[in-house]
């Protein structure tokens, strides 16, 4: 009997998948070049020194050599330093310099940097590496030097980013000011151009995803999850589309360029919907927000009004004024919000921690401390001058609390949700030369019928952990031969106590693992992760410990 020979599996470390997803994307790419009769790379060509936007290129390149070797990504892939390096206050310039230009995670900075490839091409395509009047030569002057100009696209970057940090409300972090402010420019000088490009950076991170993540298993899983929209620095996110929409108009007026102002409005309302810009919320304190998803909704289709009544043609040179030209008033609308929005955060941004704010009892590292707490006002908002502040009005935090006041930081890094979730979660402080991290692990018990038990504790990388934090006791909502049973926890340990009416009658550490105990008249038992407690041959599970999710 013949039998045939097993096909040889492909080896798990060639990555044959990739190959695939590469192969047919760049065949299709020449397929289709030679079915059209368009030839895009040689108008590239005209506008960029070899076809390359190279001032875009070069942005990127710092933005990834911050996040790589600054914040330690190289070395550190999944736990890129980030506190000191956000916008904390005027009185910690360090964090003002560096806020826009840092990120929190692979994921924050690839969105940000595919933004700025996609968007920041088309606008270096706007502002050409060539002169573009008539006689005048290449390399005559400084203006007119394809490196010069190739130079003035990161310079410009770096002080939009700048700009946005200073101008933002709150710890901010992340390049998105600078990436919405490349977009308002390249809407309102190219708006179809911007479509295709807006499109195409979807195209993008499919692609992104394909290459990186080409085959997902998923399933469901306990995840703590806080709305998206809470993430998103919305007012920086404003000032920035804003700041880009000014630059392009005063560059367009110069060179006696009106764009199509349909184009505009639609190009406008598409990106601000798509990219939430209708989030208007407002923290609440605990973990929660609240949204007015109507005033947001409203607020786009003015942004987009506005912008495009500022294209509307007219002879008369870019100067805002208050006739009633449609682009001058509307220039003058988008420069006023523009200065309120960048005003609004001065208050925010004076904040001068002292050391009394500090948390008295925590883990100490260098001028920070780490330390977990519930429901304790927020020293960063408290600081915060507001004109209305009534006496005593604060916003309360809790979870693993990260404060310094030496750089204006004070924030609950891990919230008591996720904590619990996952159980354990790690805390990483710094600077620009050193880090060190916090391990934070939460055990609790839930007890029948009422509220879990739980204790917090804390340890630095190598150290021995200490309590930090223990849950009030909670009691079972079950009586026993007239005996209540309460789980409390405590430095060391839990404790198991059993009262009868007012009186207590016995009180013990809960059980080992697979052992029984009596504790007043009730025998309890420990059985891996329950404890049950028997009594006159009945037994009742009092409590169970909780099991975390699985880490990633």
Request: hydrophobic share 45%; net charge positive.
């Amino acid at each position: 009997m013949m039998q045939s020979l097993p096909t040889p599996a492909i080896p798990a470390w060639l990555p044959w998948q990739e190959a695939v997803v590469l192969t047919v994307v760049l065949a299709v790419l020449v397929a289709v070049r030679r079915f059209s009769d368009a030839r895009p790379g040689d108008s590239i060509r005209t506008r960029f020194l070899l076809g390359v936007p190279w001032g875009t290129l070069l942005t990127m390149a710092g933005v990834a050599a911050v996040y790589l070797f600054l914040q330690g990504a190289w070395w550190h892939p999944r736990n890129p330093l980030v506190t000191p390096f956000r916008t904390w206050s005027y009185f910690y310039p360090f964090g003002m310099l560096t806020g826009a230009f840092t990120h929190g995670s692979q994921g924050h900075i690839t969105g940000n940097l595919m933004g700025t490839l996609v968007y920041g091409t088309v606008a270096e395509y706007v502002w050409g590496h060539y002169p573009r009047k008539r006689g005048v030569q290449t390399f005559t002057s400084l203006r007119t030097n394809p490196l010069a100009r190739i130079l003035a696209v990161p310079v410009a970057m770096f002080v939009v980013g700048v700009f946005s940090a200073v101008f933002a409300i709150g710890p901010i972090v992340g390049f998105s000011g600078v990436v919405f402010a490349i977009a308002g420019f390249a809407l309102v000088a190219r708006p179809t151009l911007f479509l295709g490009a807006f499109l195409g950076n979807r195209v993008l991170d499919l692609l992104y995803s394909a290459l990186r993540y080409p085959v997902s298993t998923a399933s469901g899983q306990t995840r703590f999850v806080t709305p998206w929209w809470s993430n998103i620095a919305i007012q920086g996110h404003a000032i920035g589309i804003l700041a880009g929409v000014v630059v392009a108009l005063a560059l367009l007026w110069n060179r006696n360029e009106r764009p199509d102002t349909l184009r505009v409005f639609f190009a406008t309302l598409v990106f601000a919907v798509a990219q939430g810009l209708w989030a208007v919320y407002i923290p609440l304190g605990g973990g929660r927000f609240r949204l007015f998803r109507w005033a947001g909704t409203a607020l786009v289709f003015v942004l987009a009004l506005v912008v495009a009544a500022a294209t509307v043609g007219s002879d008369r040179s870019f100067r805002p004024s208050f006739d009633r030209r449609p682009a001058s008033l509307a220039v003058m609308v988008l420069l006023v919000v523009l200065g309120a929005l960048s005003l609004a955060a001065v208050p925010t941004n004076v904040v001068d921690l002292q050391e009394d704010q500090l948390p008295e009892d925590g883990i100490e590292i260098r001028d920070y401390v780490v330390t977990y707490d519930e429901n304790v006002p927020n020293a960063y908002f408290e600081s915060i001058w507001v004109p209305t502040q009534r006496e005593g009005a604060s916003v309360n935090a809790s979870g693993v609390i990260v404060a310094s006041a030496e750089r204006e930081v004070w924030i609950a890094a891990v919230q008591p949700g996720r904590l619990a979730v996952n159980g354990e979660e790690r805390v990483t402080v710094g600077g620009a030369t050193w880090r060190e991290s916090v391990y934070a692990n939460r055990t609790d018990w839930s007890v029948l019928g009422n509220d879990s038990v739980y204790r917090v504790q804390l340890r630095r990388e190598g150290g021995q952990p200490r309590t930090a934090y223990t849950s009030e006791p909670s009691t079972a909502d079950v009586i026993l031969d007239g005996r209540n049973v309460t789980v409390a926890a405590r430095q060391n340990g839990f404790d198991v106590s059993v009262t009868r009416g007012n009186e207590t009658v016995g009180q013990a550490p809960l059980p080992a693992n697979m052992t029984r105990t009596r504790i007043g008249g009730l025998t309890f038992e420990r059985n891996r992760s329950r404890l049950y407690a028997r009594t006159d041959g009945t037994r009742v599970k009092i409590a169970e410990r909780r099991q975390q999710a699985a880490r990633n």
